[in-house]
């Protein structure tokens, strides 16, 4: 079984910056490709970033060269981080830390809100 407890959410003004963080707890389980879901109110989800364990990264074209995806893989927990920059309106969403698994998403984080708003 593996824990997501997220943070670093809150309210930005556009051309802001935030950086998310996720903590997965794991003990025997090996995390390959973790990512980034999020979803705003009345839009579909959207998958903003994802990472593999080798480091390969895909970003979701609308945030492309503003957000960066990271990990950290620790003993017992692997760290994920999105680093977003240039915020604006609509990166506004319920942000998701993912695990997945050989035909979808896994695990799901509990969500941490990110307002951009003047």
């Known amino acids: 079984q593996v824990q997501l407890v997220e943070s670093g959410g809150g309210l930005v003004q556009p051309g802001g910056s935030l950086r998310l963080s996720c903590a997965a707890s794991r003990s025997s389980f090996s995390i390959n490709r973790m990512g980034w879901y999020r979803q705003a109110p009345g839009k579909q989800r959207e998958l903003v970033a994802t990472i593999t364990s080798g480091g390969s990264t895909n970003y979701a074209d609308s945030v492309k060269g503003r957000f960066t995806i990271s990990r950290d893989n620790a003993k017992n927990t692997v760290y994920l981080y999105l680093q977003m920059n240039s915020l604006k309106p609509e990166d506004a969403a319920v942000y998701y830390c993912?695990?997945?698994?050989?035909?979808?998403?896994?695990?799901w984080g509990q969500g941490t809100q990110v307002t951009v708003s003047s």
């Open positions: 993912i695990i997945f698994g050989p035909t979808g998403v896994d695990y």
